[in-house]
């Protein structure tokens, strides 16, 4: 069964240093997408991409934040200098229609 | 605006047990998906279901079945002979239905401990 996969399962950084979380989508998916769920709150939207470009973003996603889908079948997201704050479980979907399809996600932990 | 509500936190049921999950949500848009999923401890968030708008028609998949009502804009989850795999927090969200990139908007989560 096809499946979003994400590189690495776990991530510990020192603040302010950049990290790249990644993600390969299901192959034939169209819309890509990025939660983040803090340890024990909801998961909450940061972005979503379409026709590669960012079709929407929340609030949360600001500047520190970018994705990329740089060879047509990987998808990153970029936190370009970490705070202690972006510490959370992070997690790529795809879908070409229905329901999304969460990748397996990856823990951030920034010391 | 979008919003769903799980008022139900934490649930702890005993195995054998039928469990119901509550979902309400809101929206001001006639057409739009709602969705289950569940997230064991292990992290990963599963798909459970999607619900389309226009189909209010209840569904039933071996335990699990689904009770979507417009009227009460609810979406509720029921577990029937529950068994301690079910321990999970399950998620219910809502995406509106327009082609472009839809975003999820999940409710908090209800916690569900299946005692063995």
């Known amino acids: 069964e096809p499946e979003v996969t994400q590189t690495p399962s776990h991530q510990v950084t020192q603040m302010g240093q950049e990290v790249i979380l990644r993600c390969v989508p299901i192959?034939?998916?169209?819309?890509f997408y990025w939660y983040r769920q803090i340890l024990g709150q909801k998961v909450e939207f940061l972005v979503s991409f379409y026709n590669n470009e960012i079709s929407e973003k929340s609030e949360i996603f600001d500047d520190q934040f970018s994705v990329e889908r740089p060879d047509g079948s990987n998808f990153t997201l970029k936190i370009r200098s970490t705070k202690l704050e972006d510490s959370a479980m992070y997690f790529c979907?795809?879908?070409?229609?229905?329901?999304?399809?969460f990748g397996q996600g990856t823990r951030l932990t920034v010391v | 605006a979008q919003k769903v509500t799980q008022a139900q936190t934490e649930i702890s049921v005993v195995e054998k047990e039928d469990v119901t999950l509550d979902c309400v949500y809101e929206t001001r848009d006639t057409t739009y998906y709602l969705f289950w999923y569940k997230q064991p401890p292990s992290g990963e968030l599963v798909f459970l279901i999607r619900r389309n708008s226009f189909d209010e028609q209840n569904e039933i998949s071996g335990r699990y079945s689904w009770n979507f009502q417009k009227s009460t804009s609810s979406f509720n989850f029921t577990i029937t002979a529950s068994q301690v795999v079910d321990s999970a927090v399950y998620f219910c969200?809502?995406?509106?239905?327009?082609?472009?990139?839809?975003?999820?908007?999940f409710g908090t989560g209800t916690s569900l401990t299946v005692i063995p």
């Open positions: 192959s034939n998916h169209l819309y």
């Open positions: 969200a809502l995406s509106q239905a327009q082609n472009t990139g839809n975003q999820f908007y």
């Open positions: 979907a795809s879908r070409i229609g229905g329901g999304a399809f």
